[in-house]
């Protein structure tokens, strides 16, 4: 008896572990922890532990090793009645969360030139002529890609931009909980937020921006959503300015229309391809980057862009630039990995540099 007490005990503490390991996963979701069978060794693939959970009361230590992708050994230590025994218990932890795009199986269709990201669209801007396309009508969520009209509005609103404005606890994300390092207090012109949404996808600015229009947030969203519709995207609709909701959706065609109506505006061409910026957050100096790094390639020669993440949307880019002589346009949806998206990028410079301007003719894109 005293033994079953000791293991259920053990049990409770590794599934409080594994909650704290995993704490956005859905209760129904997690793991449970299970006894190792005797003779069974269970290896962590690291040496430092990443949660210690401690019950003093009934003697009991959990602690949880491992790779935070992979597998987890939970080791409980038990010390009750002056007799020490100890549970090992290896849990799978859960899987990476699918986007959109491979839940509905986009990632299933292959294309010529091998592009990670399951929608991906380039177009001359000047004669709308489409180079290559896949799956460039499917609607998904576009992430931090909303800030671009979240730009477009702002600049268009004529707001005064040397205008101080201060991050508020209503500038927090809540819906994500991602971090920021704009302290709730801190006071920057509304130029030097428009700067760190476009150029860093700071949330709790572009959040900012969108409360500080005239009429607050419901109205700066119905000014995006009618923006969009100005604009002719017909499969485009927005919640939020920041992009943390995968309600804001759009397509690969739609986000064309918006990367060629903010690129006309030049302070939006400017601040979304600043390689870094500092501003000053409780009186010290901190110091932003770029979150699409092909701004600091000599290689390229971008005249916007935008990046955006999400689980729901994957990896996201769109960038206006200048390759062979054209002026194009690229759009890449739902990449899976961390670099994907740039590989993409990549991989449509080398086409276009080196293969379109004597095949374009011919060429049949995928899509």
């Not at 100096?285 to 699409?292: D, G, K």
């Amino acid at each position: 008896m005293r033994t079953r007490n000791w293991l259920a005990t053990g049990l409770v503490v590794c599934g409080a572990v594994l909650a704290l390991v995993h704490p956005e996963a859905d209760a129904g979701q997690r793991s449970q922890a299970k006894r190792k069978p005797a003779g069974v060794t269970a290896r962590s693939t690291t040496a430092r532990p990443l949660v210690v959970l401690r019950n003093t009361d009934r003697g009991v230590t959990a602690r949880v090793a491992g790779s935070a992708k992979s597998r987890q050994v939970v080791v409980v230590h038990s010390q009750q009645r002056g007799v020490s025994r100890k549970l090992v218990a290896a849990v799978q932890s859960e899987p990476a969360r699918q986007s959109f795009g491979q839940i509905y199986g986009l990632h299933d269709r292959t294309d010529s030139l091998d592009l990670k990201s399951s929608v991906a669209l380039v177009l001359d801007q000047d004669t709308n002529e489409v180079l290559f396309s896949k799956n460039s009508e499917a609607v998904l969520p576009i992430a931090s890609l909303t800030k671009l009209m979240t730009a477009l509005i702002v600049t268009e609103a004529h707001q005064p931009l040397t205008e101080m404005l201060v991050v508020t606890e209503d500038d927090v994300d809540t819906l994500k909980n991602s971090r920021s390092r704009l302290a709730v207090g801190t006071q920057l012109s509304r130029e030097e937020m428009l700067h760190l949404a476009l150029m860093s996808s700071e949330n709790r600015a572009a959040n900012l921006l969108g409360r500080n229009y005239p009429g607050g947030l419901p109205a700066f969203v119905a000014a995006m959503n009618r923006k969009a519709r100005e604009l002719g995207m017909r499969d485009t609709f927005f919640v939020e300015p920041t992009g943390l909701s995968s309600r804001n959706q759009s397509s690969a065609r739609d986000l064309a229309l918006l990367v060629k109506a903010a690129h006309q505006h030049p302070i939006i061409r400017q601040l979304s391809t600043s390689p870094e910026y500092a501003v000053e957050v409780a009186n010290h100096p901190v110091q932003f980057r770029n979150t699409n790094g092909l701004v600091r390639s000599p290689e390229w020669n971008i005249g916007l862009q935008k990046t955006g993440y999400i689980s729901e949307a994957g990896r996201c880019l769109v960038m206006q630039a200048k390759l062979a002589g054209r002026q194009l346009i690229m759009v890449f949806l739902d990449s899976a990995g961390r670099y994907s998206r740039i590989g993409d990028a990549e991989r449509v410079r080398r086409w276009v540099t080196e293969s379109l301007p004597t095949t374009v003719a011919s060429h049949k894109p995928a899509g």
